[in-house]
């Protein structure tokens, strides 16, 4: 069993930045690819970004590329999401998640462990 749990969320202006954060409680953690997704009121969950095992290779969604940036401790079994350039339209509860095969990461929606979430607002 995986326990994720994301930090760093809250308000911030158009414009500011964010450094999101997820602990895991697994001692296998890089074994798993890692992702980040977000959920704004009235719309479904989306993809924002993931990383493989060993965080060589990561992928974002088109709406993030160049503000945010996906990185993985695998020492610290943390996974961090740094936000800059924010817009009020990320706003959204950020959920980290993780999974055995990278493509329920990055293909699909479909991660073994999700965490609990985090609420971004950004104002304009």
């Known amino acids: 069993q995986v326990q994720l749990v994301e930090s760093g969320g809250g308000l911030v202006q158009a414009g500011g930045s964010l450094r999101l954060s997820c602990a895991a409680s697994?001692?296998?953690?890089?074994?798993?690819?890692l992702g980040w997704f977000r959920q704004a009121p009235g719309k479904e969950r989306e993809f924002v970004a993931g990383i493989n095992w060993t965080g060589t290779s990561s992928y974002y969604a088109d709406s993030v590329k160049g503000r945010f940036s996906i990185s993985r401790d695998n020492a610290k079994t943390t996974v961090y999401l740094q936000m800059n350039s924010l817009k009020p339209e990320d706003t959204a509860v950020y959920y980290c998640?993780?999974?055995?095969?990278?493509?329920?990461?990055?293909?699909?929606?479909?991660?073994?462990?999700w965490g609990q979430g985090t609420q971004v607002t950004v104002s304009s």
């Open positions: 697994v001692r296998t953690f890089s074994r798993y690819a």
């Open positions: 998640a993780a999974a055995g095969d990278l493509q329920d990461i990055v293909v699909v929606i479909r991660p073994d462990y």
